[in-house]
């Protein structure tokens, strides 16, 4: 009895008064923030592959109190905790994957403004809601399966004062840090063979998992469009057998900005694409076509800042305390390496944007340059290309057709070999002969 009173008051968005050991409610006080639960025997039917399924989301109650209610497949262990500006609620669960979409309209209520969801890492799912100020998290449980319904995540949240807020979120700041870069680190890094020495070409598809990127307004996400983008170059580049081929992900999955960066150097990259997609707000005019940004201290201009200012806060927007970054520039000798990089990095944008001309639109100011994170790797040639307009009709037309996508990625790969030409020799015939070659990354 008590348990189904425990969830009809879950259900209504009361404070849920009565639960059983199955089901136990885990308090937290302002001065810690983070919440571990482990999850209850599950009674309910889950997916052969054991994944729990999310498959509908609700908050309740007002300022001073809200809950968010989610109904899940079956019980699941939750992670809970808050991160600063702006300021977050963030909720880690294991094995989750989420099949619902609420109306953006049903995503504010109380001290909530917005929230998102998805992928974060292999096998970890992650929720982020947006507080309109300092709140803390007073419980945060799950409730399992009883009857006809359904397991539920509960967490209720209060308002509290600013100093309450800081010294939470700074009590599990060292545990969340080192949870987190153990899960969120990929170790993406193909066996290392000496006597391949063919380049190294990372190709990292922007966003993934929790974050979407933009829509455009549209259907379509810019995970998706551009994840699409770079498996269908990645499968034209392994057929030549000229290049090793990386991926950041090859999945729906989010991976931080640092750790795309990290990939790349620990590849030895010899190039590394970054592939995005772009949008402009609405009522901010119209503008078509693909272009290629370098990186430089100095926007090129008004839109490539913004865009760059939009693009680095992707780690925000999946809840990462970037409190711990630290500059990797660090002296005068990775300044001077990052120098001869760029230069580098301009020359394969020359080429990318020279082989777009002739098969796809391209923007009125193809080249520009701005401050993106991704790009910051000191020693790889790295370009952040821009595929299009998510907000233009007509580009996301091209953006999701595959005879467009056959064309761009026919001009990333020509873009690629040239960039490679002068430090190849009969490269592909070597490979099959399995002795190797003399490709070298610029400036090895």
Not at 306 to 327: H, P, R, Y
Request: hydrophobic share 45%.
């Amino acid at each position: 009895m008590a348990a189904t009173l425990a969830v009809f008051f879950a259900m209504c968005g009361f404070m849920a008064t009565a639960q059983d050991a199955s089901a136990q409610t885990v308090s937290e006080t302002a001065e810690a923030s983070a919440v571990a639960v482990p999850a209850p025997a599950s009674t309910s039917q889950q997916p052969a592959d054991g994944t729990a399924i999310a498959h509908d989301a609700r908050l309740a109650g007002d300022d001073a109190r809200t809950r968010l209610i989610v109904d899940l497949s079956r019980s699941v262990e939750i992670r809970a905790f808050t991160l600063s500006n702006p300021h977050r609620v963030v909720i880690d669960l294991a094995d989750v994957s989420f099949r619902m979409e609420p109306p953006a309209n049903q995503r504010q209520r109380g001290l909530i403004t917005t929230y998102r969801y998805g992928v974060f890492a292999p096998g970890k799912a992650r929720m982020v809601l947006d507080a309109n100020g300092p709140v803390a998290i007073d419980k945060a449980f799950i409730l399992d399966a009883i009857d006809d319904q359904p397991a539920r995540l509960v967490v209720d949240l209060i308002k509290t004062d600013a100093e309450s807020f800081a010294r939470a979120v700074a009590s599990s700041a060292s545990t969340h840090a080192t949870a987190m870069h153990a899960t969120s680190h990929a170790a993406t890094v193909i066996p290392h063979d000496a006597g391949d020495r063919r380049p190294v070409i990372v190709l990292d598809p922007g966003h993934g998992g929790i974050d979407s990127g933009t829509t455009g307004y549209s259907a379509f996400t810019e995970k998706s469009i551009v994840l699409e983008t770079a498996l269908a170059l990645r499968e034209k580049l392994e057929r030549s057998g000229t290049y090793r081929v990386v991926m950041t992900r090859s999945t729906d999955t989010f991976i931080a900005l640092g750790e795309r960066v990290r990939i790349a150097r620990e590849n030895h990259a010899d190039l590394f694409i970054s592939i995005h997609a772009d949008a402009l707000a609405r009522g901010d005019g119209k503008a078509r076509g693909a272009s290629v940004y370098t990186l430089s201290d100095k926007a090129s201009d008004g839109d490539a800042a913004q865009l760059a200012e939009m693009e680095n806060k992707a780690d925000l927007i999946a809840g990462i305390d970037l409190s711990e970054e630290t500059d990797a520039v660090a002296d005068i000798l990775v300044e001077l390496a990052q120098r001869e990089t760029r230069s580098f990095s301009a020359r394969f944008a020359h080429e990318l944007v020279s082989s777009m001309k002739s098969r796809v639109n391209t923007h009125r100011i193809p080249l520009r340059s701005a401050g993106f994170r991704v790009l910051r790797a000191h020693d790889v040639p790295s370009v952040l290309l821009e595929l299009g307009y998510m907000s233009s009709p007509e580009d996301l037309k091209q953006l999701t057709s595959e005879a467009w996508r056959d064309r761009m990625t026919d001009a990333l790969a020509e873009s690629i070999q040239t960039f490679f030409a002068d430090r190849t020799v009969n490269i592909v015939q070597e490979h099959v002969d399995t002795t190797g070659s003399i490709a070298a990354r610029p400036g090895r």
